[in-house]
């Protein structure tokens, strides 16, 4: 998703589009009683806009069967893959063809919101045309190598000028919270582009091609926490993640390391603020708070919108979820509602100050012309 062509349209969406009442009867049927949409019979279709047996396709599949089993009728969900355009293709699918009328969602990821912000060309879909059914968070570790003398985040200082790499596949895509980060505490970081992935990222860090990473939380746990206990790597924080009240607390899954917010007031002696951190919040939301998110299109009637809402909150309220949805995601929260429309807003939204700056730092940083 990154080095891709951009436009200048970027950060300045249309304004919310109201939801429409639009009648439905030819392809929904209704409870007389209660005015839910009921699905029997139904077949629900679940775009994916990303291949086979990666994260988003994992996690379509996991919820899948759990939400067929709390939505009225209990109607067959089918997850259809429709990868392309770095997921710009199957997000665009889904906004020119899908029909308002509950029978087909999409599951999008930070690969699919962060072209949108950026103003990618090949976007053709709106967000705020969209409604929020669920929303999942997934964490980010940053580490350096355990031979630059450090034991912890307390000894930031010691990495100014080292001479540090970085692994991404460019400067528009997941690296920039980190390339971003990493610069506002003083770091200086060398890219190294190309990469495709994070986990190439992380295997370049490992042959010692470089020696500052991150990783998602999962993946931190799986592939990184080897290389912690033999002294390979050094966790330094985690991004972080939201709480109830939208502030950045220490992220639920690795709870013993600060959050980026605490380390860099660690270093600098305040919080941090301004239009930088307005940015960086965006993305950060975008790719790891509200990294995936289900939706429904638009016009989309309200009683349809409720329905899937309902649905998605007993899902995740229903006993043994919880353990199971760790086992495969880890602690990472599942969050319907107002938390879920309020992480849609802040992940893809980045108010007009902000844009600018973040505009000016890409050019000024990486040569990218939006």
Known sequence: ??????????????????????AMATQMNWSSTAGAADFSGQRIEWIIPFQEGGGSDLW???FAPLLSEQLPGKPTVIVRNVPGGGSTKGANQFAARAKPDGLTILGTSGSTQFPYLLGDKRVNYEYKDWHVVMATALGGVAFVSGDL??????????????????????????????????????????PVFGM??????????????????????????????DLVKSGK?????????????????????????????EVYEMVHGQPPSGAWWNAW????????????????????????????REAAAKTIAAP????????????????????????KATGTEVDPEAAEWLTEWLTSRFNVKL
């Open 60 to 62: 379509s599949r996991f």
């Open 320 to 343: 043994g979820f919880a353990a199971s949805a760790e086992k495969v995601f880890g602690p990472n929260p599942h969050v319907v509602g107002a938390e879920a429309i309020a992480l």
């Open 149 to 190: 003398g450090v034991t912890s985040a307390k000894d930031i200082g010691k990495l100014k000028g080292k001479d540090l790499k970085f692994g991404a596949n460019g400067p528009t895509g997941l690296g920039l919270v980190a390339l971003l980060a990493f610069e506002k505490l003083g770091l200086d970081v060398k």
């Open 281 to 308: 919040k965006a993305f950060f939301t975008a790719g790891f708070a509200a990294q995936k998110m289900v939706f429904l299109p638009k016009d989309t009637p309200q009683d349809i919108i409720d329905t899937w």
């Open 233 to 261: 790597a050094v966790p330094l924080m985690s991004w972080g993640a939201f709480d109830s009240n939208g502030k950045i607390v220490r992220d639920p899954s690795t709870p013993d390391l600060p959050s980026f917010p």
């Open 1 to 22: 998703m990154e080095g891709y062509p951009m436009k200048r349209r970027f950060f300045t969406k249309a304004g919310v589009v109201a939801l429409g009442a639009v």
């Open 196 to 225: 495709k992935g994070r986990g190439a990222a992380r295997l370049a860090f490992e042959r010692g091609e470089t020696n500052i990473d991150f990783q998602t939380s999962q993946a931190y746990r799986s592939k990184v926490v």
